[in-house]
């Protein structure tokens, strides 16, 4: 089953932490110095907050898949969509690993379609030349360059 995922950068995390675990009325299932994460099941959702250096707001929208065909499947929907399709398979991101799918809705909305098969323990892959200023994700404006300035992750 699919999961709907929101990712939202925040300017104060235990401040974000202690308000959106009031209103899912649960504690977040990842906790990190720079992230939190819940997965919810009412709503149906992968819920991740981050002060990773971008302005406060919505990061990006996502699709949460359970494994590597639905991932293929929802690819070709996304590709039906006639948007660049820009795969990053095996990227270590938000603290877990994961095969992924990036592009943008006609207004520039960022979405992420992934399978998580594994836990990281750094938000970021060691091997990636990033800094918290530009996030490791493959842009569809630039395919060629794994990192884009002020593009998000997860």
């Known amino acids: 089953m699919n999961r709907f995922h929101v990712h939202l950068n925040v300017s104060n995390l235990?401040?974000?932490?202690?308000?959106?675990?009031?209103?899912?009325?649960?504690?977040?299932?990842?906790?990190?110095?720079?992230?939190?994460?819940w997965m919810l099941e009412d709503p149906r959702v992968n819920f991740a907050i981050s002060t990773t250096g971008r302005a406060p707001g919505i990061d990006h929208l996502g699709i949460q898949v359970d494994s590597s065909d639905e991932l293929v499947a929802l690819g070709r929907r996304l590709d039906a969509a006639?948007?660049?399709?820009?795969?990053e398979p095996d990227a270590t991101c938000c603290y877990a690993r994961s095969d992924k799918m990036w592009t943008e809705d006609p207004q520039g909305t960022r979405w992420e379609t992934f399978h998580s098969f594994g836990d990281a323990v750094t938000y970021y892959a060691a091997?990636?030349?990033?800094?918290?200023?530009?996030?490791?994700?493959?842009?569809p404006?630039?395919?060629?360059?794994?990192?884009?300035?002020a593009s998000g992750c997860c």
């Open 127 to 139: 091997d990636d030349a990033c800094s918290t200023d530009a996030a490791c994700r493959p842009a």
């Open 82 to 87: 006639g948007s660049t399709v820009v795969p």
């Open 14 to 37: 235990d401040d974000s932490i202690r308000f959106y675990s009031q209103l899912f009325a649960s504690a977040p299932a990842v906790v990190k110095g720079d992230y939190a994460k």
């Open 141 to 149: 404006a630039a395919v060629q360059s794994r990192c884009a300035p």
